[in-house]
């Protein structure tokens, strides 16, 4: 059985790339440097530790060859423990540039529970702002997230189940989007 998904790279091979990922989820980041040539892609992944780097002497090859741009978060390195999402936030500039850029492509593929933390990290990055962009209030940064998911240029692919707690942000999230589906028909 075949499932119709949006997840494969831009048809643009200029268009700015960003992938995300956590455990697993690095398999379809790997099918993407290794499919096609593409502009450089920045890789945002999380492991436990540097043995633990799936596609370690690949990552690598494209690196020196500069069509990767890796940043990896090693969760259980005692003496610099990070995870994905400090990772995008340390990067706001780069994630911000790239949530600005119309052409820009944004992927996640990972659990649930972390793809929600991204999302969140994201929300958060264009409530901030830079010098380049200027910062959202929460609802606009919702909205302009909603806006790039539904333009196709945030892509998603989740495996897990959802966190069931109540969380403010994702009821706001899905309002808006409601609100802009509504607003387009």
Known sequence: MFFKTDFHLPKDATAPVLLIADETGIAP?????????????CLSFECWNHEE??????????????????LIAYSRDLNN??????????????????????KAHIYFCGTSAVEQVVRNKLLMA????????????????????????????FITEVYGSPKQEFDTMELQWQNTTLNIVKASI
């Open 53 to 70: 780097l799936p596609f370690a002497p690949e990552i690598h090859a494209l690196t020196k060859e500069k069509k990767i741009y890796p």
């Open 126 to 153: 264009l409530c901030a702002g830079n010098d380049e962009h200027p910062c959202l209030e929460m609802s606009n940064a919702i909205e302009k997230s909603v806006i790039v998911k539904m333009q196709k240029r």
């Open 81 to 102: 423990k990070m995870y994905v999402d400090s990772l995008l936030e340390r990067e706001a500039g780069t994630v911000l540039s790239l949530l600005h850029n119309p």
């Open 29 to 41: 980041s790997r099918s993407f440097w290794a499919g096609r040539e593409h502009k450089p892609m």
